[in-house]
């Protein structure tokens, strides 16, 4: 069965830090793109960060660069999203994508065949 599994999500302080996994089952991450997405009640989902598939180019957020950082292990085929110097905007439900060709630019939702399931991230005092 191909799938995502996302794990590490939760309840958080202001300028607290998360780490999102995401490992995949029953196909490999190498040469395709993978990607982080937020979707917060009443709002579009947005691109967060992303790894394009040619494994050495990545996008972020405008919002979030340089408090995030994505990253991955191939040998886990499992990638990460590292959440620092968290902000109450940053609260949404979070997606983890991965599968299809982007060489560049990897922050499109069409870009992605598989996603995980979604958890909640909550950055509050």
Same mark, same amino acid.
């Given at each position: 069965?191909? +799938?995502?599994?996302? #794990? =590490?999500? =939760?309840?958080?302080?202001?300028?607290?830090?998360?780490?999102?996994?995401?490992?995949?089952? *029953?196909?490999?991450?190498?040469?395709?793109?993978?990607?982080?997405?937020? +979707?917060?009640? =009443?709002?579009?989902?947005?691109?967060?960060?992303?790894?394009?598939? &040619?494994?050495?180019?990545? &996008? /972020?957020? /405008?919002?979030?660069?340089?408090?995030?950082?994505? #990253?991955?292990?191939?040998?886990? &085929?499992?990638? !990460?999203?590292?959440? &620092?110097?968290?902000?109450?905007?940053?609260?949404?439900? !979070? !997606?983890?994508?991965? *599968?299809?060709?982007?060489? /560049?630019?990897?922050? #499109?939702?069409?870009?992605?065949? !598989?996603?995980? +399931? *979604?958890?909640?991230?909550?950055?509050?005092?």
């Amino acid at each position: 069965q191909l +799938q995502l599994v996302e #794990s =590490g999500g =939760g309840l958080v302080q202001p300028g607290g830090s998360l780490r999102l996994s995401c490992t995949a089952a *029953g196909f490999t991450l190498d040469g395709v793109a993978i990607g982080w997405f937020r +979707q917060a009640p =009443g709002q579009e989902r947005e691109g967060v960060s992303c790894i394009a598939s &040619n494994g050495g180019t990545t &996008n /972020y957020r /405008y919002s979030v660069e340089g408090r995030f950082t994505i #990253s991955r292990d191939d040998g886990k &085929n499992t990638f !990460y999203l590292q959440m &620092n110097s968290l902000e109450p905007d940053d609260t949404a439900v !979070y !997606y983890c994508a991965a *599968g299809g060709i982007a060489d /560049y630019f990897c922050l #499109s939702k069409e870009t992605y065949a !598989y996603w995980g +399931q *979604g958890i909640q991230v909550t950055v509050s005092s």
